[in-house]
């Protein structure tokens, strides 16, 4: 029951963050559509295309990090997982879970401290617009703890139903 509501609230977490990153990049496009039209029709410009941009770009990659591992389309090197079966390759496969969430769990309280400190600080970006830092610290944040989570699922996962095969489009 536990393990069925945890996967579940990954599944959750992870569409949300997917569609977040949908939502950034049909932003982007937007944005850069405009900076090209008041660029090229106007002598104008938003002043702030690179900058805001450049954060959608980091937020839509750390957002979209949890759907693409739940969904398994992450890069991933799978040569001795080839050459495992049974209980090795669910060692092997937790091991590697395990290993991931603690670079991610350190990776993330480092952000977690960053976002609290550029918060209470009242932090702004050196850039014309004086963008609040902690927005963007707030959005890596939120797609860490989102990867964190689906890590848990797929451990859980794995030891419930086994490794999954690997699926390779076009074969």
């Known amino acids: 029951m536990l393990s069925r ?66 969904s398994r389309k992450h890069v991933r090197v799978s040569l001795l997982r080839r050459f495992l079966r049974g209980k090795i390759a669910i060692a092997v496969e937790l091991f590697c879970i395990m290993a991931t969430f603690a670079m991610f769990a350190f990776m993330t309280r480092y952000i977690w401290l960053i976002l609290m400190r550029d918060y209470t600080r009242g932090s702004v970006s050196p850039s014309l617009m004086a963008t609040p830092t902690w927005y963007i610290d707030a959005a890596l944040f939120a797609g860490l703890v989102i990867f964190l989570i689906q890590l848990v699922a797929s451990a859980i996962d794995t030891v419930i139903n086994g490794v999954p095969e690997e699926q390779i489009e076009g074969e």
């Open 5 to 70: 509501t945890v996967i579940r609230v990954s599944e959750i977490c992870s569409g949300a963050g997917i569609a977040v990153a949908a939502a950034l990049l049909v932003y982007m496009v937007i944005h850069i559509i405009l900076e090209i039209i008041l660029r090229n029709f106007f002598a104008s410009s938003t002043n702030s295309m690179g900058e805001y941009v450049g954060y959608a770009t980091g937020a839509m990659a750390f957002m979209a990090m949890g759907h693409t591992f739940m």
